[in-house]
């Protein structure tokens, strides 16, 4: 977990400008809005092929190849940045479909043996390369601690009993799933497992609960069902938090569940306030479960 | 595990004609040429909505509706039918959708709960509920030993040592989730988790990953991965045994994977050979995997 300071404030806002390394989705503007609103200065290396352009646009920026690693930390040691966040997705590419820098070419048997693990593997690889580079890697949520869901019901709605077993079985299955390195998110519907995310991403499982319902082969009725995220245990909380955000409230409401719940502070949106509307306005609930089960 | 006498006979073929309650697919009408093929008559109760008319009609039947219990029961008694073999698909229904007869409506409540757990909470609820009737339920491996697919590769390839690896992780996820009442089915490719099944079966999975490679997002060869099948731990066998076929090689070759896994007497198909010729054609593996890890 990341450490906060009490009233839940940055940690370290002091030393120099913030090196934000920038994959796809709006998180990446949310979280340099964040720091640049507390008057630190940031500079984002957008990736290319996933960041989107128009995000980036209003702060210094130097767009980079996902490969281009050793160019990265040149470029940051350059603009005076010592501490890097990663944010944003970044869809696992092939290592043949990186195009890694001449620097970079030396570390290559290293990121190669990387991808043969799982995405948690990956990742806390590619931030010892970072650390041993003399560069600080924070999480998101520790820079801009906004972006973490808090506990509770967040909208007008809240779950029922039902959707409260549901979420406890749901959270237990991404435990269980721990040790695989699987995705962080399952679908639970009274009791019952529906869909459990790997490689295919949130939004694709649940387009697969509104097929699986429209074939009338989930057999429950409507707003039943509960979308349950949770980073897994033992995970490097400064990557790859799960998120969630307003696509995914469209992408609950037409697979018909009642609600999505997060682990409370253990998963992240770029548009909370957005996000709890647009569940408000579908009457779905938003709910951030504690770890420790209770509500 | 069943009972098997010594050389994979039958443990009982004695005790009267078997009622063969058949669901979706082949494997109904593989079990009972298998048990008919040895002499013993077999009278087959399709499940309307479910079972292939053409299969059956070979033999003596009666359809019966999903929630018709107690008539089923009737039936197989007048048949002088005292042990019972439930085969092939049946999806989930909604327990609206059952039209349950004059004496299944006061074993309703009972049905209802059991509707409330995962498949195998309903499955082996529904057995009792035949045991108390005073019938004995079999596993369609104990009355046809021949659709059990045996341990070792069964066409002319076998996997590599990757493909080994991969399946060793396979078969400890399915156990890992054991207790989640999940899907029998996993998709690994080089160490890494790209589809767990729940709801959607094993078809919708291969899809699956056949879409996720189209779209680039797996980078990975082709011919890497494995379709990785087992039965849950502490499942009960007689119900549900997860099953392949030829049309499991199709969706293996699409989804460009090296070949599928199973237990070893873990899985069944109705048409081994004709699936492992399909594998052959495609270049493609069938290996039983024995659960200590040994092959």
């Known amino acids: 977990m990341a450490v906060l300071e009490e009233g839940g404030k940055p940690s370290d806002q002091g030393s120099g400008p913030l090196a934000i390394i920038c994959g796809g989705g709006s998180l990446p503007l949310a979280v340099a809005d964040a720091v640049a609103g507390r008057g630190r200065r940031v500079v984002l290396f957008p990736v290319r092929g996933w960041a989107d352009p128009a995000a980036i646009a209003h702060y210094p920026h130097h767009w ?33 479909q990186l195009r890694p820098d001449l620097g970079t070419l030396r570390l290559l ?4 043996r990387l991808f043969l693990g799982g995405d948690d593997h990956l990742l806390t690889g590619l931030g010892r390369l970072f650390e041993e580079a003399g560069f600080r890697l924070l999480g998101a949520h520790e820079v801009a601690p906004e972006i973490l ?7 007008r709605r809240g ?10 079985r749901g959270l237990s299955l991404i435990s269980a799933m721990g040790p695989f390195d699987i995705g962080q998110a399952v679908v639970i519907a009274d009791n019952r ?24 082969r ?8 509960v979308l349950v995220k949770a ?13 969630i955000g307003v696509r995914t409230v469209a992408g609950v409401a037409t697979a018909g569940l009642a609600g999505i719940a997060v682990e409370a502070e253990g998963a992240i949106a ?21 770890a420790d089960g209770s509500s």
Chains 1, 2 share one sequence.
Do not use: Y
């Open 64 to 96: 980079i190849g996902l490969a281009q690693i050793v160019r990265l930390q040149r470029l940051a040691r350059r603009e005076g940045c010592r501490e890097l966040v990663f944010i944003g997705a970044v869809l696992r590419p092939s290592p043949r």
């Open 109 to 112: 048997p290293r990121i190669v």
């Open 149 to 155: 869901v808090p506990a509770g019901a967040l909208g």
């Open 159 to 168: 779950p029922s009993p039902r959707d409260l077993a549901d979420i406890a």
């Open 193 to 216: 497992v529906l869909a459990v995310e790997a490689a295919e991403g949130t939004d694709h499982m649940l387009a697969r609960v509104a097929e699986l319902r429209r074939e009338g």
């Open 218 to 225: 989930i057999g429950l009725p409507k707003k039943v069902g």
């Open 231 to 243: 980073p897994k245990p033992g995970q490097d909380r400064r990557f790859d938090l799960p998120s």
């Open 270 to 290: 770029a548009d909370l306030q957005d996000t709890i509307r647009a569940a408000d306005a579908a009457g779905l609930f938003v709910f951030g479960a504690r």
